[in-house]
């Protein structure tokens, strides 16, 4: 699992089940007889990550605030997920699950935001969603020297939306 996140995280989605077999020091085969393709091996890689997440965001004082740093310091991780779960319509059912835990963790962290004062009334689940994906997307694709940079800038751009009253 850690050989696959790490190759998700450096390579994407798309990232061929040969290379992450190598790195995990086992045959393509072993790989296969667990999961029945690259996606499945995604979303069990991430599911893991999505439960942490959950906690962290349920305990915390502002859960958009989490989220968003979260997202921030685990760029490739993220956007390797979103692109997994945006890029297949028929997705297989571990992967559909993780998609419903994703949009059940959008749907909680703006409840909590707006419940707590932290977030404006006007700010919907679907504005949060794209901001999540357009951030991660960016923030991964983004060389590592200039990463932090423009994380704060695209911050101060999402979260004038989403933290102003």
């Known amino acids: 699992?850690?050989?696959?996140?790490?190759?998700?995280?450096?390579?994407?989605?798309?990232?061929?089940?040969s290379r992450i077999a190598k790195r995990a020091g086992v045959g393509q085969g072993s790989l296969y007889r667990h999961f029945?393709?690259?996606?499945?091996l995604a979303a069990a890689v991430f599911?893991?990550?999505?439960?942490?997440?959950?906690?962290?965001?349920?305990?915390?004082?502002?859960?958009?605030t989490t989220l968003m740093n979260t997202i921030q310091e685990r760029a490739p991780e993220a956007a390797a997920l979103i692109d997994l779960l945006t890029a297949e319509e028929d997705l297989p059912d571990q992967a559909e699950?993780?998609?419903?835990?994703l949009e059940g963790l959008v749907r909680e962290v703006r409840r909590a935001s707006v419940a707590a004062g932290h977030m404006p009334q006007r700010a919907?689940?679907?504005?949060?969603?794209?901001?999540?994906?357009m951030f991660?997307?960016?923030?991964?694709?983004?060389?590592?020297?200039?990463?932090?940079?423009t994380a704060?800038?695209?911050?101060?751009?999402?979260?004038?939306?989403?933290?102003?009253s």
């Open 1 to 17: 699992m850690d050989a696959a996140r790490a190759e998700f995280a450096l390579h994407g989605s798309t990232v061929p089940l």
């Open 36 to 40: 029945p393709g690259r996606t499945a």
């Open 47 to 64: 599911r893991e990550d999505v439960e942490n997440l959950c906690k962290q965001v349920e305990a915390a004082e502002n859960p958009y």
């Open 97 to 101: 699950a993780l998609r419903s835990d």
């Open 124 to 133: 919907t689940e679907e504005e949060l969603a794209a901001a999540i994906r």
């Open 136 to 149: 991660a997307l960016t923030l991964a694709h983004t060389a590592e020297s200039t990463r932090q940079n």
């Open 152 to 164: 704060l800038r695209a911050r101060r751009i999402i979260d004038s939306w989403f933290q102003s």
